[in-house]
């Protein structure tokens, strides 16, 4: 079929001609937003559920993933019963019959399954997952199963959203999406936290100097995955502008918590021209964004969130993507704490950085909105952040959300060649190893901002989940990437 072109410069294409005349598949979120009787559907999932009536005939209740909700398939009593024996929950099936009003109260419309299917049974006796709850740390031991949930799946529909989201947001402002290399050999910040990427046989590497030899791995140099795609980052910002990435980062950091994964998601823009200020505009504006776009597009998923994992997360959200975040330097925020008179388990003084204690006592005692403190210490940040004019702070801020805590740190980037490489030396770097970071401040050096948001901490944040490893489909952890 030829589709008729709108206007002029639209361009047409041709639909591939199927060669057997199929019956298509209808996903079961269609059928219950069309909300209307509909002959001759076709549903292809697995059952959740199945009930024997008296009458002959049993209920089943499919789900297919395209949705939270189940459909009811009547399975009729022409039906063979050794068919109907194998309906089991997790077996995977095929019902064909006509979309009809349910008379029963839990749902609307039902399948009057006049063509029932098996395609892969589930045998009750070892199927995991049975009608009751499990726990999530049970679920993560079947990591390969846990996706039939109703959360798991919720989770998943509400983390594709706001990736989707992400990368509309950028695209309607004029952003690139870049690509920056997962590994790399310029172990900037993190290098305690580096995974090392090696072809070397560890037993027998070859030594110089007593030390492995580099040269002789795979890329003549040592070599690591990225912690972040920052200063790759900042080389295309300088050329088109404003840029984001959104890949995967990882981090050798042995801090077993609900929020750190050793491989993570981040959103990192970055914008020539944007000065701390911009930047800070911006990190509200997308969060706002984002929450407000998850509000309205996975309603049914938010709503299982609120009633079923925390009964706070739709007023949290409505209300921070309508209030003002609140902005303080660091020095604003050390009074505030010092004013709670030791409170915390660790104690509080210019300089020190900011606990999770700290984070949550602003966003949840003290200012009851997300916070972005501003101006940090120098000392506490690192080599690549504006310094300020009293030469002890620099333009760093960061997004603090309740309970969560930091959700996005950024700053505004020193655009002064010897400013950088002054601040290169003190921190114990070797200028060598940034020549290229340092040419960007020798050629056509601009001033520019960016920031980076941990992607899965986020979609922790919306569906209220208490542990990050369940917000990702795989995570990886230490001591754990079993799958
Ligand atoms: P934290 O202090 O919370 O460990 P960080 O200051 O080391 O984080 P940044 O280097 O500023 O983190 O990274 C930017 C963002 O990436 C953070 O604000 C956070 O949202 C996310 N992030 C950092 N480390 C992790 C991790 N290990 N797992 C998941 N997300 C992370
Ligand atoms: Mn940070």
Known sequence: MELTPAGVGQVTYILPERCVQKKKRDKIKALLAGGIEKPDVLVQGWVRTRRDSKGGFSF??????????????????????????????????????NLTRSPGKEQALEVQAAEVTVHGTADPEHYPLQKKRHSFEFLREIAHLRPRTNTMGAVMRVRNRLAYSIHRFFNDRGFVYLNTPIITTSDCEGAGEMFQVTTLDLSSAPKANGEIDYAQDFFGQKAGLTVSGQLEGEVYALALSDIYTFGPTFRAENSNTSRHLAEFWMVEPEMAFYDLDDNMDLAEEFVKYLLADVLEHCAEDMEFFNSRIDNTVL?????????????????????????????????????????????????????????????????????????????????????????????????????????????????????????????????????????????????????????????????????????
Not at 60 to 86: F, W
Request: aromatic share 10%; hydrophobic share 35%; net charge neutral.
């Open 315 to 483: 007023s949290n959200l409505t209300h921070i993507a309508r209030e003002k975040f609140e902005r303080i330097t660091y020095t604003d925020a050390i009074h505030q704490l010092r004013k709670a008179n030791g409170n915390f388990v660790f104690p509080v003084e210019w300089g020190c950085n900011l606990q999770s204690e700290h984070e949550r006592y602003l966003t949840e005692t003290v200012y009851k909105r997300p916070v972005i403190v501003y101006n940090y210490p120098e000392e506490i940040k690192s080599f690549y952040m504006k310094l300020n004019e009293d030469h002890e702070t620099v333009r760093a801020m960061d997004v603090l959300l309740p309970r969560l805590g930091e959700i996005i740190g950024g700053s505004q980037r020193e655009e002064n060649h010897d400013v950088l490489l002054q601040r290169i030396q003190a921190k114990g770097l070797k200028p060598e190893d940034y020549w290229w970071y340092l040419d960007l401040r020798r050629f056509g050096s601009a001033p520019h901002s960016g920031f980076g948001l941990g992607f899965e901490r986020f979609v922790q944040f919306v569906t209220g989940m208490e542990n990050i490893r369940d917000v990702i489909p795989f995570p990886r952890t230490p001591k754990s990437a079993k799958f």
């Open 60 to 97: 089943i209740e499919i789900n297919d993933g395209s949705c939270l909700a189940n459909i009811q398939v009547i399975v009729d009593r022409k039906i063979p019963a050794e068919t109907v024996r194998q309906l089991t929950a997790g077996c995977c099936v095929s019902a064909r019959g």
